[in-house]
C-alpha cells in the first residue's frame, strides 16, 4: 500500500516537472480569428468606457455618428462626474446636496453610503480646523492637512462636536460598525498640538486624514450612481483585459503556454 502511495507522488511529481505545452502564436492567432467580433461589439464596448469614464460630450458624439441608443441618458454624465470632483475636493455637503437633487431617494435608500459620505464631511471640518491653527499632526503628510495658507488661529472644537451630534451620533447609536468608526473620528480632536509623544498614537489614524480617502469615498459614489442606472462601476474593456491576466495565470499553473497581452497590444503605437 505504502509503494503504491509512492508510485503515485513520484508520477506527480514528474508531471509538474514537465515540459510546458507551448501554444504556436501562428495557431493561436488563427483561433482568435475564428471569435466573430462585430462593428456593433466594438461601439459598444467604446461607449461603455465613455459612459464609466465621464466623458459625456464625446460620447453624445459617438452616439450620433454611429446611430446607437445609449442605454442611459447622456446628460446624466456631467452631473456625476461635478459630484465626483466635489467629493475629490472635499467639499462634501455641495455633493450631497447635489446627489439629493438627481436622486432624491437614494441616500435615505443606501445608509452605508450616506454615512459614510457623513463621516467624510466631519474629517474635512476636523481637517480644516487643523489647517486655520497650523497643526500639523501627519508632518509626512502634509499636503493632507494643509491645502493653501494657513492663518493663526485657535482650534475651534464646537463645529466638529455639533456636526457629529446633529448628523451621526444617532446613526452610531444604532449600529456598532458607525460607532466605531465616529469614534475614530473624534479621536483626531484629541490631538491639536505635533508634540513628539503624540505624534505616535495618532498615526494610527493618519489614514483617516490622507486625501485617498476622498479617492475611496469619491470611487464608492461614483459606484453606487452608476448602479442606479444598471452599469457596472467598472469600464466593459478593463474587465476584459483583467480576464485575459487571470486566464494566463491559470493556464500557466496548467503548465500551458499561450501568447500573453501586453501593453503595446493594447495601447495605440506612437507614430
Known amino acids: 500500500m505504502s509503494t503504491y502511495n ?154 466638529i462636536l455639533k456636526f457629529a451630534s446633529v448628523h451621526l451620533s444617532k446613526r452610531a447609536s444604532l449600529n456598532k460598525e458607525y460607532l466605531h468608526e465616529l469614534e475614530k473620528v473624534m479621536a483626531l480632536v484629541c490631538f491639536k498640538s505635533s508634540d513628539d509623544k503624540l505624534l505616535d498614537a495618532l498615526l494610527e489614524l493618519k489614514d483617516l486624514l490622507n486625501l485617498n480617502l476622498r479617492k475611496k469615498i469619491a470611487s464608492e459614489v461614483n459606484g453606487v450612481l452608476l448602479a442606479y442606472n444598471g452599469l457596472n462601476g467598472e469600464a466593459k474593456i478593463n474587465r476584459m483585459i483583467k480576464l485575459w491576466g487571470w486566464s494566463e495565470n491559470l493556464l500557466k499553473s496548467e503548465n500551458i503556454v499561450v501568447p500573453s497581452l501586453s501593453k503595446s497590444d493594447i495601447l495605440p503605437k506612437k507614430s
Open 6 to 159: 509512492l508510485n503515485n507522488a513520484n508520477s506527480s511529481s514528474s508531471s509538474s516537472l514537465a515540459s510546458p505545452k507551448i501554444y504556436p502564436e501562428a495557431a493561436f492567432n488563427t483561433r482568435m480569428n475564428c471569435v466573430n467580433i462585430t462593428k456593433s461589439h466594438l461601439n459598444d464596448l467604446i461607449m461603455n468606457f465613455l459612459i464609466i469614464e465621464g466623458y459625456q460630450s464625446t460620447a453624445e458624439t459617438f452616439s450620433r455618428e454611429t446611430n446607437m441608443v445609449p442605454i442611459i441618458a447622456l446628460n446624466t454624465i456631467d452631473n456625476r462626474m461635478r459630484i465626483k470632483k466635489l467629493i475629490l475636493k472635499g467639499k462634501i455637503q455641495e455633493s450631497i446636496e447635489l446627489i439629493n437633487d438627481i436622486h432624491p431617494e437614494l441616500l435615505d435608500s443606501d445608509p452605508n453610503l450616506h454615512f459614510n459620505l457623513l463621516r467624510l464631511q466631519l474629517i474635512e471640518l476636523i481637517r480644516e480646523q487643523f489647517r486655520k491653527c497650523q497643526t500639523n499632526p501627519l508632518s509626512e503628510n502634509a499636503e493632507a492637512i494643509s491645502e493653501g495658507s494657513p492663518g493663526q488661529q485657535q482650534f475651534d472644537v464646537e463645529p
